[in-house]
Each structure stands twice: as structure tokens, then as C-alpha cells.
């Protein structure tokens, strides 16, 4: 049987596969750059494929296929380094939970749902709290309809920050545990808020909380992603010149083996949970081979882990995301030798990022306020 077709295939995935990663390195803020950094696990398994294709069915290999084979490799192992972590393959980033007396006091349940304005499947996510009883639950394009529906939970959530918008970028924190002088702040873009308050642990210790939701680089919203990366460096900036104990969670709009978020943590030094354990693979609902993770929580070192889990659909096109921490500041000398370690040009790269994407945010801060004026 002349198999010449399948060898020429895996040839023509091969040739896509390291085009697509050479085309991830380019410098550049464009959506049609930075819109490759999702899909390595995509892209990996189709890479898998044309390697495996070109050794079974080739023969009698040229010069051409040698380099072609040779590049793909290359852009394999790549690939790999940046998926790997996030399996068991890799060293664990934070420890696994150890039991302790009176364990409540020292545990915290945080639920992270982008809930898509237009899905009105709001009683999901209400039973699924109430199943649940995370004791931080942060809602994502969360309107006035979706507040009217969480009205429910709140018997049991006395603390509450609320900031119902229709443009995509509302946001409701509702919690268990005392917030102390939570603000709602516009970073980057006005129309687009972050939640920064002070939270009061139940054994007493005092943390810092962030919940972002930055816009991401798409054809339909921002050209660029140089908003999202700006509001993600300065809080990890801010994070680390304060030197707090701190948790940051939310829809990020990017994926943790980006060159941002990777930055992110080294300048802020925060932890990510899911390093040596699983995928938690949250967009889209939709389309299980297009998934990977958008809804992330990053955390400093004194916390361990219980358990991280992708929470049933709620109807929205991302999964509901929970995460289980304990409180060990025991464990924070070991951990944070965990945490990646900051670069020499990590400062000023950020501090450039930062100067760009406030210039960026206010050219977009213009336009969504003419667009909001022409809609009226």
C-alpha cells in the first residue's frame, strides 16, 4: 500500500507546527502574535503527530526533510518545556496540605466563574455555590441580572463587593470572611474594574486579595494585549514592593505558560498550584480539543494546597474553577525556593509594559467612552 500521502501530510503539519512556533517568538504585542501563546497543548499533539508520521512513513530522506525533521524537534521540545509543568511530571510548586488540628481555621475555599453576561442559566451557579459553600466567590462579566439572581447566597456571604456592567467586564465578589477596605479600581482602561481589598483569614491573619478580569487580545476587543499585560505586571509589582501576603485570581485572559504570566510570578512571587499537578483547562465549554486555561489563582507561599478542581458547566463558556488552600506559614522559607526567580531585565521590562499599557489603555478608554456616547 503506498502510504507516500501520509508521509507528505505529516511533512505539511510539520512545516505548520514550526511555523506556528516561530511565529509565537516575534516580539510583538498583536493579537495574530500573542493568540499563538494559547493552544500549545493544541499544537504539541499535532507536532506529536507529524513527528511520528514523518519517522513511520518516510524513506530515503533529503536534505529538506533533515532540516524540516530537524525543526520540528526543535519546536517540539519547546512546546513540551512550556506544557510540561502543569502535569505530574513536573516538581511540585506548592506542597501538598498536611493535617492540622482544627483544620477549618486554617483552610480557605475560593470559586472562581466567569459566568458570560448573556447565559440566564443563573440558578447553575447558585446551586452550585450553595452545594459548595466556597468561602470566596468571584463572579466574571457578571451584570445587574446576575446580581439580582446571587441575591440568594447572601444570607450566607455578609461581605460583598459589587460592580454590575453590561459591557463584558462586570465583577462581584461575594465573601464569607471580613474585607477590609475593599476598593474597586480602573487600572489600565476605565471601564474595565479590579477588586483590591484586605482580607481577614478565619485564624485572624490579615491578606491581601486581587481579582482581575483584563481585556484580551482578540480581533473583537483589544488589537494588542499590551492592557492585559500592563494590569497583570502592576499588581504583581505593587504585590512585591509592599512585600504582602497576597492572592490574585480571575479571568486573565492568557495562559500561565505565557511570557507574562511567567514574569508575573517572578516579580511578584507568587505560586502557582497547578505546577506539578493538572491542566485546569477552563475556555471553551464547548470545544473539549480548543481548551486551555484562562481562570487561574496565584498565591504567595505561605499557603498549601488541599485541592484545585474544574467545577460541572454552568452554562456559561467557561468552567467554574475551585481551589482548596491551607494556611502553613511554616511551609513559606521551604516554598518559596518553589517560586521562579526574578530575572535581571524582569524590572525593566515591566516598568516599560506598564508605560505602554497605560498609554494603550487611555487611546481604548477614548474609544469605549465615544462608542458608549454613540450608543446613547
Known sequence: MDFSFLYYGAQGLAGLVTFVTIWGWLPLDNWWVRGVDFPR????????????????????????????????????????????????????EVLNAKDKPDVQEHQLKIMVSNVLTTNDDTYKLVELVQRKQPDILITLESDEKWEKALNQIEADYSYTVKVPLDNLYGMHLYSKLELIDPEVKYLIIDDIPSIHTQLRLQGGRVIWLYCLHPMPPSPTEADKSTTRDAELLMVGKHIKDNEQTAILAGDLNDVAWSKTTRRFQRISGLLDPRIGRHFINTFHVDYPFLRWALDHLFHSPCFTVIDIQRLPSIGSDHFPVLTTLQYEPEKASKQEDNAPSEQ???????????????????????????AQNNSN
Open 41 to 92: 497543548i493544541q499544537i504539541m499533539i499535532l507536532g506529536i503527530i507529524a513527528w511520528i508520521g514523518m519517522v513511520a512513513f518516510g524513506s530515503d530522506w533529503q536534505l529538506v526533510q533533515w532540516l524540516l525533521f530537524g525543526a520540528l524537534s526543535i519546536a517540539l521540545a519547546f512546546q513540551f518545556r512550556m506544557v510540561l509543568p502543569y502535569t505530574m511530571l513536573w516538581k511540585k
Open 344 to 370: 535581571a531585565e524582569d524590572s525593566k521590562e515591566t516598568e516599560n509594559k506598564i508605560k505602554a499599557g497605560k498609554k494603550e489603555g487611555s487611546k481604548l478608554s477614548k474609544e469605549h467612552a465615544e
